[in-house]
């Protein structure tokens, strides 16, 4: 009896969202299928509360149904970022240490207005791959999700996990201050504490896990040609995080610290500033991406000019830049996998967008450039089947832009349409 009422009720209250249900007819001049590398003509893409419907030539309209005319746009799938750090302020002087100055709660706060900027720059879901204050990215991930603020969907890593001192750590304070617990909490110094973090990241909500195998350009003591944890050690973490169904991302500068995180199967190479032709040669086998920010260098270059950046930063990062651009090209030409990645607070929040210029000019075509930021991107996530293209029973992320980024790819520095999950959230 109670069952047949629990199946009436569930009957009922369906029937009543369907009836309630918002439609949006979107009417495409020109859509942008980065699966098919092809864009097609006068589309109509019917939205049915937050997710996709069916997307044609000629699909009627429903009656009642909202309309939105791009008749004279662009319209694209809403991109992803694959590297961001949405829920760390970007301090003034670029030194991380100065977080010391706040509490969880204000660096929380103030990094309310990054996501939104991210939001509106059309990016729609972000893998964010780490925060200093362990869980602010879990909080900011679930307030997005929830309506309290605005941001793209995120997909988050919960802490950093790194070897004492290492990459991933707040280093530069004297040896007899202790820091609080979420400032360590990723620390590891085995395989079985890898192991012990990464049950920890789970129970705390983490999406995927962040590991750290090279040194780093901006962080103090750090030198990014070196090598941190062991290939034991990297193969505890991908094989923990796969119990949980979770992938792995890994920092890495040096080539040895590349080598290590592909050989012990991650699931991409975060930057891979100075990996050499063997490194390429196993991502390719291995199918790994890379996810190279090729765009920092001229934030970074721009504060050591300006002053605004720690002088030890500035030595880490002496000649890499271009080393970087060239080996970006060399991956281009080799056909490794490519997904795209800003290190978003790197460079400001407005500025992710800059990449993809910069990505044509070291290589890429520009439908390539687009796939990095969809489908690339929605496949390395394991969400292709939620997120990446326009097609039906995805969620309903579109932005458009005017003009044609495939003549020209720097109309994608100014979305004027963005929609996430079926709202419009830019027009
Ligand atoms: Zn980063």
Known sequence: ????????????????????????????GRLLDPQAGAVLNDQ?????????????????????????????????????DCHTHLADVSDENGDPFTLLKKTAAEVAFESVPNARTFLREGFTTVRDVGVYRALNDVAMRDAIAHGYIEGPRMYVAGAYVTITGGAGAMTGFAPDITLPWDLRYGEAN???????????????????????????????????????????????????AAHFGLRVESHAHSPEGIKNAIRAGVASIEHATMI???????????????????YDEECIQEAGRLGKIPKDFLQHDAELGELHRNNFRKAVKAGVKLSFGTDAGVCPYDRSVKQFAFMVRYGMTPMQAIQSATTNAADLLGHADVVGDIKPGKFADVIAVAGDPLQDISVLEHVQFVMKDGKVYKQ
Not at 51 to 58: D, H, L, N, R, S
Not at 276 to 294: R, S
């Open 1 to 28: 009896m109670k069952r047949s009422l629990a199946l009436v009720l569930g009957l009922w209250l369906s029937c009543a969202a369907g009836a309630s249900a918002q439609v949006t007819a979107i009417k495409a």
């Open 44 to 80: 109509i893409i019917l939205v049915r509360d937050n997710k996709i419907e069916a997307v044609g030539k000629g699909l009627s309209i429903p009656a009642g149904a909202k309309v939105v005319d791009l008749s004279q746009m662009t319209v694209l799938p809403g991109l992803i």
């Open 276 to 294: 050499d032709d063997e490194g390429i040669a196993l991502a390719k086998q291995h199918g790994t991406y890379l996810d190279m920010d090729i």
């Open 190 to 240: 085995s395989p079985w504490e890898v192991r012990q973090r990464i049950r920890q990241l789970v129970h705390d909500g983490a999406d995927h896990i962040k590991v750290l195998s090279s040194g780093a350009v901006l962080t103090h003591g750090s030198n990014p040609k070196s090598q941190e944890f062991t290939l034991e050690e990297l193969q505890a973490a991908v094989d923990e």
